[in-house]
C-alpha cells in the first residue's frame, strides 16, 4: 500500500535524514513541511510559516498524508515562551489535517524530557538509564506541551502515535542547532589549520561517566518502523545507537580522524564558545583557502549547544530495552556515527 510521509521541519537533520530513508524505500512519497526547499530530491516541499496557523493551513490545503512526522522546534527566549511556539507547531500542523484520514502522528523530542528545558537543563540527577516509564519532571517543558498537542489529538481524530526521546543526534546536516558533529569537525578543522590544542571543552563528570548518542540515520529507521509496526503504536521511545561509551575514549579517536593529537583533559571544562570566540575571521580565511561552501562559522557550528551537551554533571545515558522487545534490533557504532558524518561534510566541501 502506497503511503504518503508529511515530515514538519524536512530540512533539519531528523527531517532530512528521514526524508532520504523513505524515498529509498518504495512505496513512500514525501513531502516536507518548512519554511525552506528541501534538498533532498524527491521532497515536495509545502513552505509556509509553522507558528502561524493561517500559513499552515494554507500550505496544506490538498495535503492528504497517511503518516505525520513532527521533527521541528523553534528555541525561544523562556521555556515558557518555547511552550507556547513549540506548543502551536504541533497544534497548527494536526488541526490543518483534521479530518484528512491520517493514519499515525510521529513526535521527535529528546532527552530534556528526562533532564529539563535549558533554564533548568541537568539541574536533577534522575536514575540511568533512563526509561520511558519514568514520570514528567515538574515544571515547565515544551517536550511535555507537544506531547499532549499530540494525545489530544489522537483522541479527537483517532489516529496512533508514537514519541521518539533521541540523544544527541549526530549526522550529516548544515544550519542546524543541535548538530555536534558538524559543530566538532568545524573546532577540529579550526585546531589543525592553526595549531591550537584539540581539548576536550566539557565537565569532569562527562568525560568519565557512561553516555550515548543518536545517529540521525537511526532515528529516521525507527521513526517508519514505529509508523509501521502494530505493535509499537501510542508508545513513547528512547532511540539511541545501543553503544555506550565515554569521552575520554571517544575524543583520542575524534582527535585521529583529523590528524590531531587529543590534548591531556585538564579537570575543568573549557566551553567552545569560550574557545571559538572571535574565530570568524580565522573560518572565513579557511572557507577562502581551501575552497569550501561560503558557510558562515555560525551556520555550520553551534557551539553553545554542544556545550550544553558536554558540560553537564549528571551521567546520562538511556535504556531501549522497550525498543528491543517488539523488535527494533538496530545498532549503530558511535565512532562511525562521527566519522561517516565528517566524511560527508568533507565531500560537500563543508569542512577542509
Not at 112 to 117: A, M, Q, T
Not at 126 to 149: A, H, I, M, S, W
Not at 159 to 182: C, D, E, K
Not at 190 to 198: D, V
Request: glycine share 6%.
Amino acid at each position: 500500500m502506497n503511503k504518503h510521509a508529511l515530515i514538519v521541519g524536512a530540512t533539519g537533520i531528523t527531517g532530512s535524514n528521514l526524508a532520504e530513508n523513505l524515498l529509498a524505500e518504495d512505496g513512500w512519497t514525501v513531502s516536507g513541511l518548512s519554511r525552506s526547499q528541501s534538498p533532498i530530491t524527491g521532497v515536495k516541499t509545502l513552505s509556509c510559516d509553522l507558528v502561524d496557523a493561517n500559513s499552515v493551513r494554507a500550505a496544506l490545503t490538498e495535503a492528504r498524508p497517511s503518516h505525520v512526522f513532527v521533527t521541528a522546534w523553534s528555541r525561544q527566549e523562556t521555556e515558557a515562551k518555547n511552550c507556547e511556539v513549540n506548543g502551536a507547531i504541533v497544534r497548527n500542523v494536526l488541526d490543518a489535517l483534521q479530518g484528512r484520514g491520517v493514519e499515525h502522528v510521529a513526535l521527535t523530542t529528546g532527552t530534556k524530557h528526562y533532564l529539563g528545558p535549558f533554564e533548568s537543563y541537568a539541574k536533577t540527577q534522575p536514575e540511568t538509564p533512563f526509561r520511558e516509564e519514568q514520570e514528567r519532571l515538574p515544571g515547565e517543558n515544551f517536550y511535555y506541551v507537544q506531547e499532549d498537542e499530540i494525545f489530544a489529538a489522537a483522541a479527537r481524530d483517532g489516529f496512533t502515535w508514537s514519541i521518539h526521546r533521541p540523544h544527541t543526534l549526530i549526522g550529516y546536516a548544515v544550519g542546524n542547532a543541535m548538530n555536534m558533529a558538524a559543530t566538532l569537525a568545524v573546532y577540529a578543522s579550526i585546531c589543525r589549520e592553526t595549531g591550537r590544542s584539540f581539548v576536550f571543552p566539557g565537565s569532569p563528570e562527562q568525560w568519565q561517566a557512561a553516555t550515548d548518542v543518536t545517529d540521525a540515520r537511526l532515528l529516521a529507521k525507527h521513526l517508519k518502523w514505529a509508523a509501521t509496526t502494530k505493535t509499537a503504536a501510542n508508545l513513547a521511545f528512547n532511540v539511541v545507537n545501543g553503544e555506550v561509551f565515554r569521552w575520554k575514549w571517544l575524543w583520542p579517536r575524534l582527535a585521529n580522524y583529523f590528524g590531531l593529537e587529543a590534548a591531556p583533559y585538564s579537570g575543568v571544562p573549557t566551553p567552545l564558545e569560550e574557545q571559538m570566540a572571535g574565530a570568524e575571521p580565522i573560518w572565513d580565511e579557511m572557507v577562502k583557502k581551501f575552497d569550501l561552501q561560503p558557510n558562515a562559522l555560525s551556520r555550520v557550528a553551534s557551539f553553545w549547544h554542544s556545550d550544553a551537551d558536554l558540560g553537564r554533571q549528571i551521567e546520562t545515558f538511556n535504556d531501549m530495552g522497550r525498543s528491543r522487545k517488539l523488535g527494533f534490533l538496530d545498532y549503530q557504532d558511535t565512532t562511525s556515527s562521527f566519522t561517516d558524518a565528517f566524511d560527508r561534510l568533507r565531500a560537500d566541501r563543508i569542512i577542509p
